[in-house]
């Protein structure tokens, strides 16, 4: 077996959370199958969420700030903030990439969404023209880790909050997909505030496996990430949303 590079991030601010949790069972099971693991602890790397011109030292329009245009340009010129390039390094590194956060407001926190607006950015994770089965990264694959407050109940057919997987799609569809990734089955640890020692004890362990599982199935990397732009038309990104 061929290790695979995987890339887990980690979107918690507590260190001692559950999600570091899950993120440090995965890392050490991939590890022990003889695969590389690189861990990003966007709070604890001090990564910031918002978007805007401290995104690139590169100008596209100094009138307007265009995001499509202005990251189009930072990926022609290598010119993305240092937090922007570190990330996106290692995601074109990674076979195998690992989304870990809570489920805050229906949603993931702020800084992951930040994450996907500022390190995925266009000229890199995406270009005019490929998508979904011709997307940058077609042949690398992913997974969303995911914690709740509220149990399995709620998040049914029935419950009052209703299944957990239309929540889930702006991050596994729009993102992930739409990048190319083969994406696993979503992992969710249901009710995390009110499980017992070895309820954690089992999604650890539960996560852990999907994660090893995923990294065992081939992969094709390809380095389109590097070429995809100089292919693309640039008339859509130049109009304003």
Not at 39 to 59: K, P, Q
Not at 92 to 106: C, K, M, R, S, Y
């Amino acid at each position: 077996m061929t290790g695979k590079s995987v890339l887990i991030v980690v979107a918690h601010p507590e260190p001692q959370s559950f999600n570091h949790a899950m993120a440090e069972a995965a890392a050490q099971a991939l590890v022990a199958e003889g695969h590389s693991v690189r861990v990003s602890d966007l709070c604890g790397e001090g990564f910031r969420a918002d978007i805007g011109r401290h995104d690139m030292s590169s100008v596209a329009d100094a009138d307007r700030f265009q995001v499509q245009a202005e990251q189009a340009e930072a990926a022609r010129t290598g010119a993305f903030a240092e937090d922007i390039a570190r990330e996106q390094a290692r995601v074109a590194e990674a076979d195998n990439l690992i989304l870990q956060f809570p489920l805050w407001w229906g949603g993931p926190p702020a800084i992951l969404k930040g994450w996907i607006d500022r390190v995925l950015a266009y000229g890199f994770a995406y270009v005019d023209g490929r998508r979904f089965d011709t997307g940058v990264f077609r042949g690398r694959r992913a997974m969303i880790g995911v914690t709740t407050g509220g149990t399995e109940e709620r998040f049914s057919q029935d419950g009052v909050y209703g299944p957990i997987a239309p929540i889930l799609m702006p991050v596994r569809r729009l993102a992930l997909e739409y990048m190319g990734y083969e994406v696993a089955p979503d992992y969710v640890a249901h009710g995390v505030p009110r499980s017992d020692d070895a309820a954690r004890r089992a999604h650890l362990a539960a996560f852990a496996k999907a994660a090893v599982e995923m990294a065992a199935l081939p992969v094709e990397r390809s380095d389109d990430w590097r070429t995809a732009l100089a292919a693309s038309p640039d008339a859509a990104w130049k109009r304003p949303l």
